[in-house]
């Protein structure tokens, strides 16, 4: 658990907007008919054109630069000339970038063109689920504070979490400490200081939290074969709100 000095908090800034900007761009690219491969190609052009590296290839060998999940894929799923996304798809982009010695990482889930009203919900509610994590990540708090937050709002609405995957710290590397669940897990909770830097992941399964892995040794699904959806953010533990670090600065009016 390490709390950055202003000189790393200025890099994860610089990194989180071109992870956000990346992710910003592949979301728009999207569209029917385009294989996974595709896409995966297009993400890595727009991180080499904003100067950075994508933190996934090679990273435990994984091959793509991009993680894109189709419909009932969790997590780290790989593009392929053989996937094609279709209307009524909903794709996971896991965007991790190395810039300047900085990781920046989120994640969104779209929409192929359009989608069920079923799936925009599974959609929007763990998105919401994000944003409640955000919120309790407070200097102070602990980090059961902002699995509980995440729980409850998605239990309530009747998914549930992934619990063999789970949010982390970043900074110069892909995975820090501390580990932040998307569920309370009844272990001792670190305490959230300022200059801490997190990602909040919630992956929410339309049915059980049970999942698989796929013979390629990466693509999770879920058990039932029921969608999934995951967003993503990393942030930043201040003195006062916590502050988004994969966010792009307003558009000039």
Same mark, same amino acid.
């Given at each position: 658990?390490?709390?950055?000095?202003?000189?790393?908090?200025?890099?994860?800034?610089?990194?989180?907007?071109?992870?956000?900007?990346?992710?910003?761009?592949?979301?728009?690219?999207?569209?029917?008919?385009?294989?996974?491969?595709?896409?995966?190609?297009?993400?890595?052009?727009?991180?080499?054109?904003?100067?950075?590296?994508?933190?996934?290839?090679?990273? =435990?060998?994984?091959?793509?630069?991009?993680?894109?999940? /189709?419909? %009932?894929? $969790?997590? *780290? +799923?790989? &593009?392929?000339?053989?996937?094609?996304?279709?209307?009524?798809?909903?794709?996971?982009?896991?965007?991790?970038?190395?810039?300047?010695?900085?990781?920046?990482?989120?994640?969104?889930?779209?929409?192929?063109?359009?989608?069920?009203?079923?799936?925009?919900?599974?959609?929007?509610?763990?998105?919401?689920?994000?944003?409640?994590?955000?919120?309790?990540?407070?200097?102070?708090?602990?980090?059961?504070?902002?699995?509980?937050?995440?729980? =409850?709002?998605?239990?309530?609405?009747g998914y549930q979490v /992934?619990? %063999?995957? $789970?949010? *982390? +710290?970043? &900074?110069?590397?892909?995975?820090?400490?501390?580990?932040?669940?998307?569920?309370?897990?009844?272990?001792?909770?670190?305490?959230?200081?300022?200059?801490?830097?997190?990602?909040?992941?919630?992956?929410?399964?339309?049915?059980?939290?049970?999942?698989r892995i796929l013979p390629?040794?990466?693509?999770?699904?879920?058990?039932?074969?029921?969608?999934?959806?995951?967003?993503?953010?990393?942030?930043?533990?201040?003195?006062?709100?916590?502050?988004?670090?994969?966010?792009?600065?307003?558009?000039?009016?």
């Open positions: 658990m390490i709390a950055r000095n202003p000189k790393d908090v200025e890099g994860m800034r610089r990194a989180g907007r071109v992870a956000a900007q990346v992710l910003d761009d592949v979301a728009a690219f999207v569209r029917p008919g385009l294989t996974t491969a595709e896409i995966d190609r297009f993400g890595a052009e727009r991180i080499a054109h904003y100067g950075g590296r994508s933190a996934f290839l090679g990273y =435990r060998k994984f091959p793509c630069h991009l993680c894109l999940s /189709v419909n %009932e894929e $969790v997590v *780290h +799923g790989m &593009g392929s000339e053989e996937r094609r996304v279709e209307f009524g798809d909903i794709v996971s982009i896991d965007v991790g970038v190395l810039f300047e010695g900085y990781i920046g990482d989120n994640a969104r889930t779209v929409s192929v063109g359009g989608c069920s009203p079923d799936k925009q919900r599974l959609m929007d509610v763990t998105e919401q689920a994000l944003y409640r994590g955000i919120a309790a990540a407070r200097a102070g708090n602990r980090v059961a504070d902002i699995s509980r937050a995440v729980q =409850r709002h998605v239990e309530a609405a /992934v619990r %063999e995957f $789970v949010g *982390h +710290g970043v &900074g110069h590397t892909m995975h820090e400490e501390p580990q932040v669940p998307n569920y309370v897990d009844g272990k001792t909770s670190p305490k959230l200081r300022v200059g801490m830097a997190i990602a909040i992941e919630p992956m929410v399964n339309a049915g059980t939290g049970a999942i390629d040794g990466w693509t999770v699904v879920s058990r039932d074969g029921e969608p999934s959806a995951h967003f993503e953010h990393s942030v930043l533990i201040t003195e006062d709100e916590p502050e988004i670090l994969t966010c792009l600065p307003p558009a000039a009016s």
